[in-house]
């Protein structure tokens, strides 16, 4: 994951020793989130990333870390979804394909789109997480760090 490349990266551009002097902590979240597939890069990629979809599953996994600038504390974790789906009819495929949006995002899917959801079988793991932030792990690591 890049994550930890990202914190890497960003952390010398940071006036750290400023942060140590501050009465409250400041904290930089890093996240990343990605699928087997990247973006589409065409029309009939995304129609055959759909069609492997359907009747099927896919998985993403996505990585925070939560580094505190006035200790030094840094913590990461990952985040596994699992989304099934039911099969989707090839007059869904092309409406997603027509409208475009499903071109632009990693995997060519998603998932909370409104054609989708009645597709979507189980999602196991959460929606914002598929999103790209896992809320609930992005504040257990917050806590963690205060």
């Known amino acids: 994951m890049e994550t930890s490349s990202q914190a890497e ?6 006036p750290v020793g400023h942060y140590k002097m501050d009465a409250e902590p400041t904290l930089l979240i890093t996240s990343d989130q990605s699928m087997v597939r990247e973006k589409p890069s ?3 990629e995304a ?7 359907s009747g099927g599953h896919a998985a ?3 990585s925070v870390i939560v580094t505190n600038l006035k200790t ?4 990461g974790e990952w985040d596994k979804v699992e989304i099934y789906f039911h099969d989707i ?6 409406k997603l394909i027509d409208e475009g949006t499903v ?3 990693a995997g060519g899917l998603i998932i909370e789109h409104p054609l989708i959801v009645p597709f979507v ?3 196991v793991g959460t929606t914002d997480s598929v999103m790209g932030l896992p809320i609930a792990l992005t504040e257990k690591l917050i806590k963690e760090a205060l």
């Open 60 to 62: 993403t996994v996505g």
């Open 47 to 53: 129609r055959q990333f759909i069609k492997d979809y």
């Open 42 to 44: 065409s029309k009939e």
């Open 9 to 14: 990266a960003i952390l010398p551009k940071l």
């Open 103 to 105: 071109l632009y995002v």
């Open 121 to 123: 079988k189980e999602v």
């Open 72 to 75: 030094g504390f840094r913590k």
């Open 89 to 94: 009819p090839d007059e869904i495929v092309n």
